[in-house]
Nanobody
Framework: EVQLVESGGGLVQPGGSLRLSCAAS????????MSWVRQAPGKGPERVSA????????YYADSVKGRFTISRDNTRNTLYLQMNSLKPEDTAVYYC???????????WGQGTQVTVSS
């Protein structure tokens, strides 16, 4: 059974940082590109970032470029998203998903809430 378990969300002030993690199991992690997707209240899902199987190719949405960094540890079957200089508009539920392209995806995690507010 495919499982994607996100963690690391929380409440942070504008300008702060968070590091999200996604623990993957039930599939061969090293063989799949992975993405981070977010969904804010009342909005559709937005692909934030993606990383290929080796980690050498990455994608960032314009809204997060220069502030977020995606990475993966294939020895730990874990995907990461380092988020710096957070803004209120980054507030959303963040999900990891299997795949590179935009939504929809076959497999998502349960999500972790990120709230940026003073």
């Amino acid at each position: 059974e495919v499982q994607l378990v996100e963690s690391g969300g929380g409440l942070v002030q504008p300008g702060g940082s968070l590091r999200l993690s996604c623990a993957a199991s039930g599939f061969t992690f090293v063989r799949y590109d992975m993405s981070w997707v977010r969904q804010a209240p009342g909005k559709g899902p937005e692909r934030v970032s993606a990383i290929n199987i080796s980690g050498r190719s990455t994608y960032y949405a314009d809204s997060v470029k220069g502030r977020f960094t995606i990475s993966r540890d294939n020895t730990r079957n874990t995907l990461y998203l380092q988020m710096n200089s957070l803004k209120p508009e980054d507030t959303a539920v963040y999900y990891c998903a299997i795949g590179w392209g935009p939504p929809p995806y076959d497999y998502w995690g349960q999500g972790t809430q990120v709230t940026v507010s003073s």
